[in-house]
């Protein structure tokens, strides 16, 4: 899957995950805009497409290293939770499940769509 299309279909499956999860939010009657919601969807869009961007660019080159870039890229991702999102969800000592569903809902897809279409990519490879 090419670069454009990547981003394209990502942005529209998280999307769809974030309506789907305000839906959740307004049925429980939860706040729709608190815990970071949209800079959790539009963090995991733009560094998932970073990350897919950088291996795209990189397979041809340094084959031999995709899968050990693919796995940096996580934990790049993981770092920057643990620098931006998490002194926000633990600044009351108490992590709750609406704030970590906040962030992980979108993680996960994004990286579900990142794994799939990255085994993909090396499939055609």
Known sequence: MGAKNFCLVLSFILTITFLTHLSFLKFTGNNLWGHLI????????L???IIYYFLLYNINKRSIYVGWFFLLGSLIKFFLFFLFFYPSFSSDGIIKNIEFFSFFVPYSVSLI????SFMKLLKNF
């Open 47 to 49: 560094i998932t497409n």
């Open 113 to 116: 769509f990142e794994t799939y």
């Open 38 to 45: 949209i800079e959790s969807y539009l963090f995991n869009v």
